[in-house]
């Protein structure tokens, strides 16, 4: 296995009603940002992002939101992309079917986490 260190942001942003905030992040980073009260726009000319919905955004190297008439509240997380296949069951994430394959058996035997 091997581990690759990066740095990520993870940011719960506070905003408003109208307000605006530009926040930094680095040009080879994904980001996505999720919005747990209120709204938020997100870029010049985006939609507005509801409470309990989450949005992938593009490339740059700054995040532009704006809140709606209520305020918004979000998660904003960003980080080097994986570069790597990801295959989602449940709650588990590998990298391939047979790994997720083997993560059930090991869940489902009570052997999971342990070496």
Not at 56 to 81: D, K, M, S, T
Not at 103 to 110: K, T
Request: aromatic residues 6%; glycine residues 12%.
């Amino acid at each position: 296995m091997q581990v690759v260190s990066a740095a990520t942001l993870y940011a719960d942003v506070h905003l408003p009603p109208g307000a605006n905030c530009a926040i930094p992040v680095a040009a080879t980073d994904n980001a996505m940002a999720y919005v747990y009260e209120g709204e938020a726009a997100f870029g010049p000319a985006a939609a507005a992002v509801v409470r309990r919905h989450a949005a992938l955004l593009g490339g740059g190297e700054i995040v532009a939101a704006r809140a709606g008439a209520q305020g918004a509240r979000f998660l904003l997380l960003a980080g080097v992309p994986l570069g790597e296949p990801v295959v989602q069951y449940g709650p588990f994430v590998m990298n391939t079917r047979e790994q997720i394959e083997r993560a059930l058996a090991d869940y489902q035997a009570g052997t999971l986490g342990r070496a």
